[in-house]
């Protein structure tokens, strides 16, 4: 496998050159479904945002990243907490709710060494934040990002185009 060195340029195009939602149009009944899922209120949109902005940091991928990060700041969170997502465990700007909800997505995206991903004593302190449809929607806004990990990866768009066109 051929690796890139550290100082080469970025190629600011995407690697596939379709749209795959335009290769695909049946995408867009499903992002729709699941943006509405995410949306239901029952977890709050800031949190919500913090989950995916860390799910895209912890698959490295710089397009969902730059992506999550811009709708947080567009929903007015502060750059203390958008920037302190990746070190969250000694950061001082996140409530325990949210708390919560990033080690639940740690969990769920990374590999254990041993055990469950997700374990029991996890899910008991995630619960005590979430009830029910909150829990439930917290696992959905995780699978939500992870939907679009693919082509985040594989079809690579530009980071920081817009969201609605990646591929122009």
């Known amino acids: ?6 100082t080469a340029e970025i190629p600011m195009a995407p690697r596939m050159p379709e749209d795959p939602a335009e290769l695909v149009p049946e995408l867009a009944e499903v992002s729709a479904a ?11 949109r800031a949190t919500i945002g913090l989950v995916q902005l860390r799910a895209g940091q ?4 710089t397009y969902l990243t730059v992506l999550h990060t811009g709708f947080l700041r567009k929903a007015g969170q502060s750059e203390e907490r958008i920037t302190s997502v990746v070190s969250w465990q000694d950061s001082p700007y996140f409530t ?3 708390r919560a909800a ?13 055990g469950e991903r997700v374990s029991d004593e996890l899910y008991a302190r995630v ?15 995780i699978g939500q990002v992870n939907f679009f990990v693919p082509v985040a990866l594989v ?14």
């Open 1 to 6: 496998m051929e690796k890139r060195s550290v």
């Open 34 to 44: 699941l943006f509405r899922v995410t949306g239901n209120g029952s977890v709050p």
């Open 58 to 61: 912890l698959v490295g991928s």
């Open 96 to 98: 325990a709710a949210e």
């Open 102 to 114: 990033l080690a639940l997505v740690e969990a769920v995206l990374r590999p254990a060494t041993d």
């Open 127 to 141: 619960a005590e934040h979430y009830a029910g449809k909150a829990l439930a929607t917290l696992m959905f806004a």
């Open 155 to 168: 079809a690579k768009p530009v980071p920081g185009r817009s969201f609605n066109a990646p591929w122009k």
